[in-house]
Every structure is written in structure tokens, then in C-alpha cells.
């Protein structure tokens, strides 16, 4: 049976010459130094934290070796690594030694600047917060917008805990309502003002501006009010009613078109009853504003005959 030593004995001592023929031409050359910008890879970062403060991305390694290993560096022959396996929430100090920086056989590492780290972690936290949606422009005179919306209202965001709490909403790319006169609905994508926050989820939502015509408003004096379900007379007798819509459909309102009315349902005398409306259906957008008063005294009620 072979000796493991002695098999292929031949091979084993060439590969063998090589090396040190290798190691004494490295050796026998003239030592070089370089300074490299490093970039800082951490590792084992636990999942529900996140780093906050100033974080240093790259570190200065001085390296030294043969010129003509030093010569044949390339970026990413040189990195710094971190193994932050176990961190808590917190400050942690971490310092930078030799056998921290990953580099090629023949480079001894001769400085590292900065060899001490301060790294701030916080605990991940995830949020609801509004969508803001944003416009730009104004649309066509006449025109203005009745109702801004965003679908959905809500999206969840992520980060660092302290940075989490201070953030309330979202905000949209502006959709553009320059001399628009129908409505608006458009995909655009999510902006959040902390960088270090994320949006959890799809981070498009649909913005609705929904556009009517320029809204005004039109007084009725004297508007006689009715008695439902009873027979009584009120005090006052008459209201006047601020109803709020497009020009055109004020201009079309007529005698009749609005009624103001009271339920009495059994109310006795000195009670107040709320002056309620009725607009006529084709009054399309016109509504409301106000009534004056906003309820009326029921007085003794009306005989009969």
C-alpha cells in the first residue's frame, strides 16, 4: 500500500519548489504601500432593526505588499466587513481590527481610519399613515375643484422607531388640472420627506380630482314655511334659505322649486322644530347653505273650520 507521502511524490514536490520560488521572488521585491477607500459591509444585521444617525459607508484601509501584488489590486479585492450578529437596540461601539478587512494572500494591513465606530440602532416600526395628494395648475375659469381624493386614503410605512412617529402622511407626484373641466384620475407614485423611511406595499396610488363648475350662492327671502303632519302655526312664519351651486342652476330655480317645511308630529306648543328643505330633483349640485333661523317656535295649533 502507497505512502499518502510518497504518492505522486513527483507533483507534490514541483508544487512545493513553486511556492517558495514564489514566496522569494514576492519576498525579494521592494515592500509598497497604498491607501484604499473601502467600502464597509455589515453583516448579520438583525431584522426588526434599523441603523440610524450618521452612517459611514466606507472606511480608509493603508495596505502594504510587493509592488507587484500592490500594482494588481483591483476594487473589491479590499473590504471591510462587520458582524453585527446579536445587536440590541442602542448605541453600539465597534472597533476595527486587521482580521476585520477581507484581503487577497500577500497584503498585510497596516491602517484602518476610522478604527472605531459608534453605530445607532432603533427598533423597526410600521405605521398607517394619510396620502397628501398634490395638483398643479388651475382648472378652466368657470371650473373649480369640488373633491380631492386618493385610493387608497391610507398606506403603511416602515423605519426607524423615533423617525416613524414623527412622519403623519405621504405625499403624491402632482397630477396636472391646468384649464381642465371634468374630472381627474391618475396613477402617480408615493414620496416620502424622511429618507429613511419606506413604503410598505405598492407604492402607487389612483388621485381623483373631481371637478364642477365654480360654485356660488343665492338667497330666497320670505320662503313660507309648511306644517307637516299637524296643523299649527309657527313663529316665524317665513325663512330665508342660502342654497349653494353652479351659476346656471341657480339661474333656473322658480317658485316652487324649494320648499321649507317642519314635521310636527304631535309637538305641543312652545316646542322648536328643526326648518328642513326640499329641492326640487332636477336642481342637480344645488344645495343647502344655511337657513334663517334654523328652527322655528310651534304656536298654538290651528283650528279646524
Not at 442602542?90 to 476585520?100: M, Y
Given at each position: 500500500m502507497?505512502?499518502?507521502?510518497?504518492?505522486?511524490?513527483?507533483?507534490?514536490?514541483?508544487?512545493?519548489?513553486?511556492?517558495?520560488l514564489l514566496w522569494f521572488a514576492i519576498a525579494g521585491e521592494a515592500a509598497s504601500e497604498m491607501g484604499l477607500q473601502v467600502p464597509l459591509e455589515l453583516r448579520n444585521v438583525p431584522p426588526d432593526l434599523e441603523l440610524t444617525?450618521?452612517?459611514?459607508?466606507?472606511?480608509?484601509?493603508?495596505v502594504r505588499a510587493s509592488a507587484g501584488i500592490i500594482h494588481g489590486l483591483s476594487p473589491g479585492d479590499v473590504s471591510a466587513q462587520i458582524d453585527l450578529?446579536?445587536?440590541?437596540?442602542?448605541?453600539?461601539?465597534?472597533?476595527?481590527?486587521?482580521?476585520?478587512?477581507?484581503?487577497?494572500?500577500?497584503?498585510r494591513?497596516?491602517?484602518?481610519?476610522?478604527?472605531?465606530?459608534?453605530?445607532?440602532?432603533?427598533?423597526?416600526?410600521?405605521?398607517?399613515?394619510?396620502?397628501?395628494?398634490?395638483?398643479?395648475?388651475?382648472?378652466?375659469?368657470?371650473?373649480?375643484?369640488?373633491?380631492?381624493?386618493?385610493?387608497?386614503?391610507?398606506?403603511?410605512?416602515?423605519?426607524?422607531?423615533?423617525?416613524v412617529h414623527e412622519t403623519e402622511s405621504a405625499f403624491t407626484e402632482p397630477i396636472s388640472l391646468d384649464a381642465v373641466k371634468e374630472t381627474?384620475?391618475?396613477?402617480?407614485?408615493?414620496?416620502?420627506?424622511?429618507?429613511?423611511?419606506?413604503?410598505?406595499?405598492?407604492?402607487?396610488?389612483r388621485v381623483t380630482a373631481r371637478i364642477r363648475e365654480l360654485q356660488e350662492t343665492r338667497t330666497l327671502d320670505g320662503v313660507v314655511i309648511e306644517v307637516r303632519g299637524g296643523a299649527a302655526a309657527l313663529r316665524p312664519a317665513t325663512v330665508e334659505l342660502v342654497l349653494r351651486g353652479s351659476?346656471?342652476?341657480?339661474?333656473?330655480?322658480?317658485?316652487?322649486?324649494?320648499?321649507a317645511y317642519v314635521e310636527l308630529a304631535g309637538a305641543e306648543a312652545g316646542a322648536q322644530r328643526p326648518v328642513e328643505v326640499e329641492i326640487a330633483p332636477g336642481l342637480r349640485g344645488v344645495s343647502l347653505q344655511e337657513a334663517r333661523p334654523a328652527a322655528v317656535t310651534v304656536q298654538t295649533p290651528r283650528r279646524k273650520g
Open positions: 502507497r505512502s499518502f507521502f510518497t504518492e505522486n511524490l513527483g507533483l507534490k514536490t514541483l508544487s512545493v519548489v513553486l511556492a517558495l444617525g450618521d452612517t459611514v459607508d466606507a472606511v480608509e484601509v493603508r450578529a446579536g445587536s440590541t437596540e442602542g448605541e453600539r461601539i465597534v472597533h476595527l481590527a486587521s482580521d476585520s478587512i477581507r484581503v487577497p494572500f500577500g497584503v494591513v497596516v491602517r484602518i481610519a476610522p478604527s472605531i465606530l459608534t453605530l445607532n440602532f432603533e427598533r423597526t416600526l410600521h405605521k398607517l399613515v394619510s396620502v397628501r395628494p398634490r395638483v398643479v395648475g388651475r382648472p378652466a375659469d368657470g371650473y373649480e375643484v369640488a373633491e380631492l381624493l386618493s385610493e387608497p386614503a391610507q398606506v403603511r410605512v416602515a423605519g426607524p422607531k423615533s423617525r381627474v384620475s391618475e396613477e402617480v407614485s408615493l414620496g416620502l420627506e424622511d429618507p429613511l423611511l419606506r413604503i410598505q406595499g405598492s407604492p402607487r396610488v351659476a346656471a342652476q341657480l339661474r333656473r330655480i322658480q317658485p316652487g322649486d324649494v320648499k
